[in-house]
């Protein structure tokens, strides 16, 4: 089983890196940001989810710190909504135990949230003229689907009969495309 986990993860990963060729439009941002922050995101690598966190506290430390927290738990909640993409596309598409599947959804979303997303960079940090803090940080189409994979290996354990929920390829290549491409939200903006 541990293989075939294994085989999967990499035929999607390169899966993921084949088609990520082509021209992309510009990436929306959901507020204003200085542009040290617009050129970060202009820089990330294409289909790359992105994160975007900001803080203004009492010290230079405290901001950073805050503002790091903060791009991270967005990164999380696009995972987040990935997940429940590709569950609600799942049982669209098939006749299953919605309970189980919500369960595991749930499970899965947990599992994210609590696991320290690996692989995620900071490409970009540091105050604006005003003193509030930002930093940008990025993660990869194919390590964000090795973070899905993993948590939803660790869900199917919990809830037996709900690990192809995740695992269609192309089901997880529309959640992705959709999260990737979505306007990117900054979390602690004002």
């Known amino acids: 089983m541990r293989r075939a986990f294994v085989a999967a993860a990499l035929t999607l990963a390169v899966f993921f890196l084949a088609t990520s060729c082509g021209s992309v439009p510009r990436r929306e941002i959901g507020s204003h940001v200085p542009d040290f922050v617009r050129t970060a995101v202009e820089r990330a690598p294409r289909n790359a989810f992105i994160g975007i966190g900001t803080a203004r506290m009492p010290n230079l430390t405290m901001s950073r710190s805050i503002a790091q927290t903060r791009a991270m738990a967005e990164l999380s909640r696009q995972l987040q909504t990935v997940v429940r993409d590709m569950v609600t596309d799942y049982m669209a598409a098939v006749e299953a135990d ?11 979303t947990v599992a994210l949230s609590e696991t320290v997303i690996q692989g995620a960079a900071i490409v ?11 930093v940008v940080v990025v993660l990869t189409r ?12 660790s869900g199917a354990q919990r809830v037996p009969g709900t690990g192809a929920a995740i695992r269609a390829d192309d089901r997880m290549d529309r959640a992705l495309t959709r999260q990737s ?9 004002d």
């Open 98 to 108: 919605t309970r189980a599947l919500l369960t595991f959804q749930e499970v899965v």
């Open 142 to 153: 194919s390590n964000a689907a090795a973070r899905i994979l993993a948590a939803a290996e």
């Open 181 to 189: 491409m979505a306007p990117v939200e900054v979390a602690g903006a």
């Open 124 to 134: 970009r940090d540091g105050p604006d003229e005003d003193g509030r803090y930002w």
